[in-house]
């Protein structure tokens, strides 16, 4: 059974430029979560979302993040414009909605020069 | 405030030793308690969990946790520890109940081990 598929795996870009970061959950699962890890601040949630509705933001860090589940097997993160801070790694991962374990996918490495 | 913290930030250890990972976490009211495991360049993946029940879990690769109740801790261990245990592990906590909830991660250890 496929797991969380994200893309695109790497992704390096300049300053300004739009970025969309993409992730298709397992299928069933029906809650959604991204994440940023970096260095400094470890593994930090953005957003979640359960049944396609986004139910907790406050981690989006500014108005340049913004992400939309627009059916049960897709979601987007996108950052515009992309600054050289917002270099990480964003993770995707879902769950059974009560299960409490999450997947995780295999990240999008974004370096923004 | 909902938190995690890891006591230690890097551990370097030989192979065979003893493995023992600090974890506590604040978190109001009933937890379900994880650790993940992220290898070089991987995702991460979960080594064990804990909902409810007996308080010492069992995951994979011979790890094993405790959950202390009183001290708000879920501490990892591995009796020896290999080569191939070299990772980055994190303990993460939600709370119970709440569906879909996400998972609140400590900063993690990296774990170095010599062969």
């Known amino acids: 059974d496929a797991g969380v598929i994200q893309s695109p795996r790497h992704e390096v870009t300049e300053m300004g430029q739009e970025v969309t970061l993409r992730c298709k959950p397992i299928?069933?699962?029906?809650?959604l979560f991204w994440y940023r890890q970096t260095m400094m601040r470890g593994l930090e949630l953005l957003i979640y979302?359960?049944?396609?509705?986004?139910?907790?933001d406050s981690g989006m860090p500014e108005d340049r993040f913004s992400a939309k589940m627009p059916n049960a097997s897709f979601s987007t993160l996108k950052i515009q414009p992309s600054e050289p801070r917002d270099s990480a790694v964003y993770f995707c991962a879902s769950s059974s909605q009560g299960a409490g374990e999450l997947f995780f996918g295999e990240g999008s490495r974004l370096t923004v020069l | 405030a909902q938190s995690v913290s890891q006591h230690n930030h890097h551990v370097i250890l030989s192979e065979a030793a003893s493995l023992e990972l600090g974890c506590n976490y604040s978190?109001?009211?009933?937890?379900?308690l994880f650790w993940y495991v992220q290898y070089p360049g991987q995702h991460l993946q979960l080594l064990l969990k804990?909902?409810?029940?007996?308080?010492l879990v069992k995951g994979i690769k011979g790890f094993e946790a405790e959950f202390i109740k009183s001290k708000f801790s879920f501490n990892l261990r591995k009796p020896s520890v290999q080569w191939s245990d070299t990772a980055e592990y994190f303990c993460?906590?939600?709370?119970?109940?709440?569906?879909?909830?996400?998972?609140?991660f400590g900063k993690g250890t990296t774990l170095s081990v010599s062969s």
């Open positions: 978190y109001g009211g009933t937890v379900n």
């Open positions: 993460a906590v939600n709370g119970v109940g709440q569906a879909g909830t996400a998972l609140i």
């Open positions: 299928s069933g699962h029906n809650s």
């Open positions: 979302f359960n049944n396609n509705v986004p139910i907790d």
């Open positions: 804990y909902f409810s029940g007996d308080p």
